[in-house]
């Protein structure tokens, strides 16, 4: 119904910046939220960073200032852009977009969870 494909992911140095883009595509009417999530070997999913439809944010405090996160709602995608990145950045990115599927009447959930996007913070 619904494909997440992402991008961007890759190996960069402390201090470096990735650009993440995750696209949806499939049976959407509308996108109410989208957001990336992260997780690390050995811990849990956190959220990282999601906006609205009308472009609030939010962020997890250990990205505050060093992350922004920002949709072309044309494209159905969200940008996650990262500077300052710091080895514990280092995890699987997932996106994730909570919509109206054609013809529904319930929002629902979706994420990129089998996929994901390697991003490496190492010296």
């Known amino acids: 119904q619904v494909q997440l494909v992402e991008s961007g992911g890759g190996l960069v140095q402390p201090g470096g910046s990735l650009r993440l883009s995750c696209a949806a595509s499939g049976s959407i009417f509308s996108i109410n939220a989208m957001g990336w999530y992260r997780q690390a070997p050995g811990k849990q999913r956190e959220l990282v960073a999601a906006?609205?439809?009308?472009?609030?944010?939010n962020y997890a405090d250990s990205v505050k200032g060093r992350f922004t996160i920002s949709r072309d709602n044309a494209k159905n995608t969200v940008y996650l852009q990262m500077n300052s990145l710091k080895p514990e950045d280092t995890a699987v990115y997932y996106c994730?977009?909570?919509?109206?599927?054609?013809?529904?009447?319930?929002?629902?959930?979706?994420?990129?969870w089998g996929q994901g996007t390697q991003v490496t913070v190492s010296s």
């Open positions: 994730n977009a909570r919509l109206y599927l054609s013809g529904a009447t319930q929002l629902a959930d979706f994420g990129s």
């Open positions: 906006i609205t439809s009308g472009g609030s944010t």
